[in-house]
């Protein structure tokens, strides 16, 4: 099992959100803690990290495997998710 962190910005994502994309959300990262790079992840081409696709919404983190750790930096819309 992976500890999952979710870091301030990250945080200020979610509490956007409202109805099925946030129960979407919150059942994807309760997921990323049994396993954290799950069918469909994608590494990230341009920084450090991966992404999950939550319906038009990207979860963006990075993993700490020595750690065991999950560090949730991002959860924006797929047109501002990579800016």
């Known amino acids: 099992m ?3 962190k979710i870091l301030p910005q990250a945080q200020k994502d979610l509490d956007r959100l409202q109805g099925k994309i946030f129960n979407a959300a919150k059942d994807e990262i309760v997921r990323l803690a049994n396993n954290p790079r799950p069918y469909g ?3 990230l081409t341009n920084e450090d990290g991966y992404r ?3 319906g038009s919404y990207r979860l963006l983190y990075r993993i ?3 750690a065991k750790e999950v560090f949730i930096y991002r959860l924006k819309h ?3 998710a990579y800016r």
Do not use: G, T
Request: aromatic share 6%; hydrophobic share 35%; glycine share 0%.
């Open 2 to 4: 992976y500890r999952i």
């Open 41 to 43: 992840a994608l590494k």
């Open 52 to 54: 999950v696709r939550i």
């Open 64 to 66: 700490d495997d020595k």
């Open 78 to 80: 797929r047109k501002e």
